[in-house]
């Protein structure tokens, strides 16, 4: 199997490694990036990558891309590798403000979106996905059967995308800034440095994520955890409706972002080739 990637950033060269790990029968890869110093070193981490000069070229070699640009890169790739696109094309792009029906109308390819997360380097994890019209039973069991070997597919609608990727994508990184907003703390409070205290916290939570792996629910380890009258109860009953404040704020400024961001992709210019509006990005 032959799997093409434009775009070798962070989001690019994650799938790509945990691909070439994770599957039984690691891929051939073809990938390009603009800049030559990242795709050199990808090609040294991951030695089955093929590295070409142009995202025209990777269209030409293989039929299944992962296109991971930015939301502002995606239009001018769309361009180059237009002319070389056919019916037999899946296009799975990582940019999360296009529309998947639009873009599909206006190529013959079959489209797909994903919204993938750094968990997928441990093997685990979610895999958002948005797939178009034109992307059949067949396509969409072949495209979700790949991306089981890194994590968990999980299909999701437009009103849901923004939300579920803030708790799948985004999700790793707000828990890794309260782990260090809690070493910080701790730090603040008594005798230990932070840096120890996150050591701390990382060995606990690696532990915890077994727990979640057997069966426990967050319930179950409040109740393990939590004692009537004990220190646990004494603060969690001060974390619970500042935690929920908090995240409800994280939750409307991501919210708020993406509404810029589509807002300031509908306000530019129409595609002259197309005489269609260029597609949110």
Known sequence: MRIGCIGTGTIGSMLIEALSSKLPESPDFVACNRSRDKIAALVRRVPGVVAVATAAEVAQRAQ??????????????????????SPDHILLITASTFSVEHLEHRLPARVGKLIPSVAQLAGGGVILTQYGPRMGADARTTVDRLLSAIGTPIPVTDDQIRLFADLTSCGPAFIAGLLQAFARAAEHTGPIASAKAEHLLRLTWIATGR????????????????????????GLAVLDPGAETL????LTATKKHHLSRREGVSARPRDRSTGTDTPDT
């Open 64 to 85: 299944t891309l992962f296109i991971c640009v930015k939301s502002t890169d995606l239009e001018p790739v769309i361009e180059q590798i237009r002319p070389f696109l």
């Open 247 to 250: 995240f409800r704020n994280v």
């Open 211 to 234: 727990l979640f792996e057997q069966g426990f629910t967050p319930a179950d380890l409040r109740r393990r955890v939590s004692v009537p009258g004990g220190v646990t109860e004494a």
